[in-house]
């Protein structure tokens, strides 16, 4: 009988125990034994586990944040400590891992398999910044929680005519404030991938919109870029246009909630394939899903793969959002 386990680690996302229980269910319905790992590589250094069942992950689809705890365990990178999680492995009798988070998570998973224990990687973060993926756990429900929230602040920022900045999370990548941004239709989108000029990306913009009788504005920053204070450009947009303005940082609300379907379904299809390249004692690959389809590549492969911003849809949205 193979024994694996499961652990989520870095930020969490919405979907992350739809994976959970994907693994948990399918690892169970092939006759494995399934351990879950509490806290990511800090509880597996622990051997914090414990043996689940199929109704460990009852009621638990609809959740978010992870029944499993997550943590950032930056001293995973040592290969001392890499060795104590090998000794550990072989404690409990782990065959193979499912790791589910992102790109320093799938780090971990590489460095475990070359140790002997084989690991898959499952990508499951708000960002979206994993490029071997075009999808990840998480962002589709961040994204309709950014919408909604930047709805609600829409509402005030009329009523007051007035201008709104939004910083959204996503990392050194630009795609929740992009795309999160063209739902919004915000009339500036400021993203990492492209430089911008406050000048004349923002106070002209505003300016040239005012004149066809637009009175309030709503601005989506994006965390990841550069030199910008959103309390600062708040007052320098006054200063600028007279137009009163308010900053918002969305924060971590961004990262909790029920899962949309989308997530849902693309975690179950993520942690099911996980299990299946683990029955067949395939390890260090990462599960994904690439146009429409759900594929695996080797780790470092997959680590030193590129995924570029929707430049077109940036380009569009500037065009449509005057
Ligand atoms: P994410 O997985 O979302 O990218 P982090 O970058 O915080 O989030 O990484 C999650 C965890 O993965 C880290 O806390 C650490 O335990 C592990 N990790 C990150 N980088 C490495 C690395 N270079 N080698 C081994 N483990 C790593
Ligand atoms: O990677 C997910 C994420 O929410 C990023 O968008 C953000 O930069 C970071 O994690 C915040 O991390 P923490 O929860 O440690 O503040």
Same mark, same amino acid.
């Given at each position: 009988?193979?024994?694996? /386990?499961?652990?989520?680690?870095?930020?969490?996302?919405?979907?992350? &125990?739809?994976?959970?229980?994907?693994?948990?269910?399918?690892?169970? #319905?092939?006759?494995?034994?399934?351990?879950?790992?509490?806290?990511?590589?800090?509880?597996?250094? #622990?051997?914090?586990?414990?043996?689940?069942?199929?109704?460990?992950?009852?009621? +638990?689809?609809?959740?978010?944040?992870?029944?499993?705890?997550?943590?950032?365990?930056?001293?995973?990178?040592?290969?001392?400590?890499?060795?104590?999680?090998?000794?550990?492995?072989?404690?409990?009798?782990? @065959?193979?891992?499912?790791?589910?988070?992102? %790109?320093?998570?799938?780090?971990?998973?590489?460095?475990?398999?070359?140790?002997?224990?084989?690991?898959?990687?499952?990508?499951?973060?708000?960002?979206?910044?994993?490029? !071997? !993926? %075009?999808?990840?756990?998480?962002?589709?429900?961040?994204?309709?929680?950014?919408?909604?929230?930047?709805?609600? +602040?829409?509402?005030?920022?009329?009523?007051?005519?007035?201008?709104?900045?939004?910083?959204?999370?996503?990392?050194?990548?630009?795609?929740?404030?992009?795309?999160?941004? +063209?739902?919004? /239709?915000?009339?500036? +989108?400021?993203?990492?991938?492209?430089?911008? %000029?406050?000048?004349?990306?923002?106070?002209? *913009?505003?300016?040239?919109?005012?004149?066809?009788?637009?009175?309030?504005?709503?601005?989506?920053?994006?965390?990841?870029?550069?030199?910008?204070?959103?309390?600062?450009?708040?007052?320098?947009?006054?200063?600028?246009?007279?137009? #009163?303005?308010?900053?918002?940082?969305? =924060?971590?609300?961004?990262? /909790?909630?029920?899962?949309?379907?989308?997530?849902?379904?693309?975690? !179950? $299809?993520? =942690?099911?394939?996980?299990? $299946?390249?683990?029955?067949?004692?395939?390890?260090? *690959?990462?599960?994904?899903?690439?146009?429409?389809?759900?594929? @695996?590549?080797?780790?470092? #492969?997959?680590? &030193?793969?590129?995924?570029?911003?929707?430049?077109?849809?940036? *380009?569009?949205?500037?065009?449509?959002?005057?």
């Amino acid at each position: 009988m193979k024994t694996i /386990g499961v652990l989520t680690s870095g930020g969490d996302a919405p979907g992350m &125990n739809a994976a959970i229980r994907a693994v948990v269910r399918s690892g169970c #319905e092939c006759g494995m034994k399934v351990m879950g790992i509490r806290r990511g590589y800090k509880g597996l250094i #622990e051997g914090d586990m414990f043996e689940m069942n199929l109704r460990s992950v009852s009621d +638990i689809i609809h959740r978010g944040g992870t029944m499993l705890y997550s943590a950032r365990c930056p001293e995973f990178a040592d290969p001392d400590v890499q060795d104590k999680a090998v000794e550990v492995c072989k404690e409990f009798g782990l @065959d193979g891992i499912v790791t589910i988070g992102g %790109d320093g998570t799938f780090k971990g998973a590489r460095a475990l398999t070359l140790k002997g224990i084989p690991c898959i990687g499952v990508p499951g973060t708000i960002d979206n910044d994993i490029a !071997s !993926s %075009d999808f990840t756990i998480g962002y589709d429900t961040a994204l309709n929680t950014v919408m909604d929230m930047v709805d609600r +602040i829409r509402d005030t920022t009329e009523s007051h005519d007035r201008c709104s900045i939004v910083e959204v999370m996503g990392r050194n990548a630009g795609y929740l404030a992009l795309n999160a941004g +063209i739902a919004v /239709g915000a009339t500036c +989108i400021l993203i990492p991938e492209v430089d911008y %000029d406050i000048d004349s990306y923002i106070i002209q *913009r505003m300016k040239r919109t005012q004149k066809t009788g637009k009175e309030h504005f709503v601005i989506v920053v994006a965390e990841g870029v550069k030199g910008i204070d959103c309390n600062s450009l708040a007052r320098y947009i006054e200063e600028k246009t007279g137009v #009163e303005s308010r900053a918002t940082v969305l =924060g971590h609300v961004q990262r /909790g909630g029920s899962p949309s379907v989308r997530d849902r379904v693309l975690a !179950s $299809q993520l =942690g099911f394939y996980a299990v $299946q390249l683990l029955k067949n004692d395939i390890g260090n *690959r990462v599960v994904v899903v690439k146009k429409d389809e759900i594929v @695996d590549y080797d780790i470092i #492969e997959a680590l &030193n793969m590129k995924k570029s911003i929707d430049l077109e849809l940036y *380009r569009i949205s500037n065009e449509i959002s005057i």
